[in-house]
Nanobody, 125 residues
């Protein structure tokens, strides 16, 4: 599986961005997908995840109510709609994929075998 994330950029506080991640492979519908982020000097952290079926989502407390993860299995795409952005959201955002991990593992970085190259999101105050 190859992943390519795009859609990052510079946005003002309170603004919105939509990140996209294109995945290769014919079995995209079997993959759990997630977004992680890494701010300068900090460890990579979980942001949002969606089960392969699209029926279950998970969000970090820091983004809950502001970010929405979605997927289009027909187009092999996963998205992260980010609203009400804050300076603390500034980070490189990575999409990640894994094959049907247990629900308890959806938020764990170690669960994901495949990673995109990252896209920079900068929120200016």
């Amino acid at each position: 599986v190859q992943l390519q994330a795009f859609g990052g950029g510079l946005v003002q506080v309170g603004g919105s961005l939509r990140l996209s991640c294109a995945a290769s492979g014919r079995t995209f519908r079997d993959w759990d997908m997630a977004w992680f982020r890494q701010a300068p000097g900090r460890e990579r952290e979980f942001a949002a995840a969606m089960r392969y079926s699209g029926g279950t989502t998970r969000y970090a407390d820091s983004v809950k109510g502001r970010f929405t993860i979605s997927r289009d299995n027909a187009k092999n795409m996963v998205f992260l709609q980010m609203n009400s952005l804050k300076p603390d959201d500034t980070a490189v955002y990575y999409c990640a994929a894994t094959r049907r991990v247990a629900l308890c593992g959806l938020e764990a970085l170690s669960s994901y075998a495949y990673w995109g190259q990252g896209t920079q999101v900068t929120v200016s105050s």
